[in-house]
């Protein structure tokens, strides 16, 4: 079995691109996995806590925000490269779906929601992994309060008839339903906001930051794309 985890972005008027995803976890890896996060949380925190203030964000991570704002530039910018090195290390597939909401609402007379559509195409894409390994894979998201009625709902309906997608695809290799968590009860949930953050940042910047933080983690996402299985489906 395979553990995937995903959280989403919240996209504005100046960054209409809506990314939802996060990677996939063998289950027999899961112990050693959770021991190597635990360890960069304590590295970074000095605590092994699963707190509020011990989760690890990517926009305040970057920006130094909330419980990062008094933290060196140099050791925020480590953070991102430890998790970077978690995924890569561990050759962990990363599946993300970018929605430009500019283009999705003027192409569709009665668009979907955002977050339904791309909820669909990440368990699709989920599935399309579990398929190629032939195994069956169980969902966690991060908990969205105004999401997640309909997001069980619609796995639900999901799993019996197929996703309603021109090319709508069974998503039977996942198992029960989608859970939702906290993320700062997830250390493994934390690690994809990091990734979901770095691709809304830097998957529609046409070239290389100025500011030296900005481009380390810039370079740091590349490494990920060009180091371990990233798949991202862009839509419309």
Not at 227 to 236: M, N
Request: a neutral charge; aromatic letters at 14%; proline letters at 3%.
């Amino acid at each position: 079995m395979h553990l995937a985890y995903f959280d989403e972005n919240k996209y504005t008027a100046e960054n209409p691109y809506f990314f939802i995803g996060g990677y996939l976890v063998p289950e027999d890896k899961v112990l050693d996995l959770e021991n190597t996060l635990t360890q960069i949380q304590s590295n970074f925190f000095g605590s092994t806590a699963l707190r509020t203030d011990t989760e690890f964000h990517g926009k305040e991570m970057f920006h130094g925000k909330g419980h990062f704002k008094k933290r060196k530039l140099s050791d925020r910018v480590q953070l991102f490269r430890d998790i970077a090195t978690f995924i890569i290390n561990n050759k962990l597939p990363v599946r993300l779906v970018c929605i430009d909401v500019n283009s999705h609402r003027a192409k569709y007379q009665y668009p979907q929601p955002e977050y339904r559509l791309g909820l669909t195409l990440i368990l699709e894409r989920f599935c399309d992994y579990l398929e190629k390994t032939d195994d069956i894979g169980a969902v966690f998201g991060d908990y969205e309060k105004d999401e997640i009625s309909g997001a069980i709902l619609d796995f639900a309906e999901f799993k019996m008839k197929g996703t309603p997608m021109y090319y709508g695809r069974s998503l039977g290799r996942l198992i029960d339903t989608v859970y939702f968590t906290h993320s700062h009860h997830s250390r493994f949930l934390q690690v994809s906001d990091v990734l979901v953050y770095m691709a809304g940042r830097y998957e529609n910047m046409h070239k290389r930051p100025d500011k030296w933080h900005d481009q380390q983690v810039f370079d740091i996402w590349k490494e990920i794309k060009a180091s371990t299985d990233v798949v991202i489906q862009r839509w419309p």
